[in-house]
């Protein structure tokens, strides 16, 4: 004879079956995100995508530190025309002066893009004369 909580109690284990297949399910996802995340990370990183086209990444630095040169030069040049032929306001000179300090910045980041690679492209080089 069947008892009327019979019923409940089978659709109660259903549904807790459920949720601890849902909770697996979950943890499933979860592992493969972060694995996955893990992996477009690596592939990504800029150390990688130097190790794998060096000579890419140097062409593009060097282009890089041109435009950057090119661009910083043309904004350096006029204000030290200005400075020679007219005495500017204090307040102008300060704008002269900071123009000046981050053409200072630019050439240092220039210098220090350029050092990085090529460094890269000798480790590369040392890597591929030893195997």
Not at 47 to 64: L, M, S
Not at 87 to 111: D, N, W
Not at 118 to 131: G, P, S, W
């Amino acid at each position: 004879m069947i008892t009327q909580n019979e019923p409940f109690i089978a659709i109660q284990a259903r549904i807790e079956e459920l949720q601890s297949t849902i909770t697996e399910k979950e943890e499933q996802i979860k592992a493969r995100a972060i694995t996955l995340k893990e992996d477009l990370q690596e592939k990504l990183s800029m150390e990688n995508i130097v190790r794998q086209h060096p000579f890419q990444a140097a062409g593009i630095t060097f282009v890089a530190g041109l435009l950057l040169t090119k661009t910083l030069r043309a904004h350096h040049t006029p204000s030290l025309r200005v400075e020679h032929t007219q005495h500017p306001a204090p307040s102008h000179h300060l704008s002269e002066q900071s123009k000046t300090a981050f053409s200072s910045i630019g050439f240092e980041v220039l210098r220090s893009m350029k050092d990085i690679g090529v460094t890269y492209l000798q480790r590369y080089l040392e890597k591929k004369i030893k195997q």
